[in-house]
């Protein structure tokens, strides 16, 4: 089992840059694939960064130059850099985690970019 736990979240003024950090507990090494998901309100989820398995970083288009996914191993922690927020930004962000067998989901951290 994997638990996930992610944090940053919250009202954030176009442009800005905050970082969400996604904290993971359990069965760590087993994990192949990370990535971060948000949901707009009444909108799919999507894909926004990822980690892939076979050791590419992606990521949405909507986002690319923008966002930057990175990991600290040791603290067992990924972390979502956004910069220069547009309102359409905001959504619930979700940490991923993969292993062969299943993924795991994070509860979600909020994200509202308004002035």
């Known amino acids: 089992q994997v638990q996930l736990v992610e944090s940053g979240g919250g009202l954030v003024q176009p442009g800005g840059s905050p970082r969400l950090s996604c904290a993971a507990s359990g069965s760590i090494f087993s994990i192949n694939l990370w990535a971060w998901h948000r949901q707009a309100p009444e909108k799919q989820r999507e894909l926004v960064a990822a980690f892939t398995s076979d050791g590419r970083t992606v990521y949405a288009d909507s986002v690319e130059g923008r966002f930057t996914i990175s990991r600290d191993n040791a603290k067992n922690t990924v972390y979502l850099q956004m910069n220069s927020l547009k309102p359409e930004d905001t959504a619930v962000y979700y940490c991923?985690?993969?292993?062969?067998?299943?993924?795991?989901w994070g509860q979600g951290t909020q994200v509202t970019v308004s002035s």
């Open positions: 991923n985690a993969g292993t062969i067998q299943r993924g795991y």
